[in-house]
């Protein structure tokens, strides 16, 4: 028995190196031909931003084909990337069963910004792929590609400076700073009185955002520009959104609060106490960009104890306080302006339920409102 074992040993050693020496075989796909022959509308383009919302460049390509009688049907989808570059690709556009693509010379834009400077051409590879779905077996998609070049612009320009002239013929620039960088949105707070504006994207006249229709921009890169017009008196807040689908300037009079983001919960009605202007007790501004009047607090109230908001460092400063004496913040959600408690005494809100709650306050001088809901 020992003797059969170690010849099977021998005859297992033997194939294992004659296994060794042989090559590995791999399994490959059978590439399908290029019949899409994918066509850019533009061999060369440079993208203009009075155009932003305007067809740059549109792809078209032939149907694709297959033999294989399992092949339930095809897609399409597509991607750009700096030719020679292919590991900088943008993310795939899912294109169903069309036959044809555009984009706007935003979205060109947007996708240069990624891979060259503003003004600088760029040769671009546009991909195409088609998709083959079977449910027997893997069928490797087929790829058509098409080469132009573009040269991009500056979508935000690092400020907007707003050219003002009273209704007296005085004239001033007032600059506008992105809240968030990148965004494209811009806000200036300062005190108003009857004028007529405009903006410009740097000290010079040009380029220009003058007033198309209502709040909404137009874009002016020479020419006279057609300025908003303010009728009001006092601080407001200017707020000029770039983006396309917005492209509008708002004036709005937003409660301005004494020391800018010092705004506290304060309380038995809390889990804050009657602690002022603690850092566990400060409301957040939670509003986006283009509406930074939302402040909040989350965190655990007390049903039948009573709250207050501080605006101040401690108790002889202004409070918003409560619309009247034991208001429920779940039903009553009226907010009167911050004041001093001897100009119309210490009201305070009074919960109805205990629990973790979100406390919204919204501070728009002509809208000013509360909300009271369960957290998350």
Avoid at 193 to 202: D, I, L, N, Q, V
Avoid at 343 to 366: E, F, H, I, M, Q
């Amino acid at each position: 028995m020992k003797k059969y074992a170690m010849i099977f040993s021998a005859l297992c050693t033997g194939l294992l190196f004659t296994s060794c020496n042989k090559d590995p075989e791999y399994f490959t796909l059978e590439e399908n031909p290029d019949e899409m022959h994918v066509k850019s509308s533009v061999e060369e383009i440079t993208l203009s931003k009075s155009a932003a919302d305007q067809t740059a460049v549109t792809f078209s390509w032939d149907a694709a084909t297959n033999a294989d009688p399992a092949t339930e049907g095809i897609s399409y989808k597509l991607c750009l990337y700096p030719t020679g570059q292919k590991d900088s690709h943008s993310d795939y556009k899912e294109l169903g069963t069309n036959l044809t693509y555009s984009m706007t010379h935003d979205e060109l834009n947007t996708m240069l910004s990624q891979w060259a400077l503003p003004g600088q051409a760029v040769k671009v590879t546009a991909q195409l792929l088609a998709v083959f779905k079977n449910e027997q077996h893997y069928i490797k998609p087929e790829l058509s590609t098409v080469e132009f070049t573009a040269t991009g612009y500056e979508k935000y320009s690092p400020y907007l400076y707003m050219q003002i002239t009273t209704d007296d013929g005085k004239k001033s620039t007032q600059r506008l700073d992105q809240r968030q960088l990148g965004t494209g949105i811009y806000e200036a707070t300062l005190n108003m009185s009857a004028c007529k504006f405009h903006f410009t994207t740097t000290p010079e006249a040009y380029p220009a955002y003058g007033m198309a229709e209502g709040e909404q921009l137009e874009y002016y890169t020479d020419g006279d520009v057609r300025d908003f017009r303010f009728d009001g008196n006092g601080k407001r807040t200017v707020i000029v959104d770039t983006n396309v689908g917005f492209n509008d300037c708002r004036v709005l009079d937003i409660v301005q609060l004494p020391t800018p983001g010092q705004i506290w919960i304060c309380g038995n009605g809390c889990s804050v106490g009657w602690n002022t202007n603690t850092s566990n007790g400060r409301l957040e501004m939670v509003g986006s960009a283009r509406e930074p009047y939302y402040y909040a607090w989350t965190g655990d109230f007390n049903a039948g104890g009573e709250f207050k908001i501080g605006v101040g460092n401690g108790w002889g400063d202004p409070f918003f306080f409560a619309p009247d004496y034991n208001a429920d913040p779940v039903s009553n959600h009226r907010l009167s302006p911050f004041r001093y408690q001897d100009n119309g005494g210490d009201v305070k809100w009074v919960p109805s339920v205990s629990g973790r709650y979100t406390l919204t306050l919204c501070l728009l001088a002509t809208d000013m409102w509360t909300k009271f809901e369960p957290a998350d």
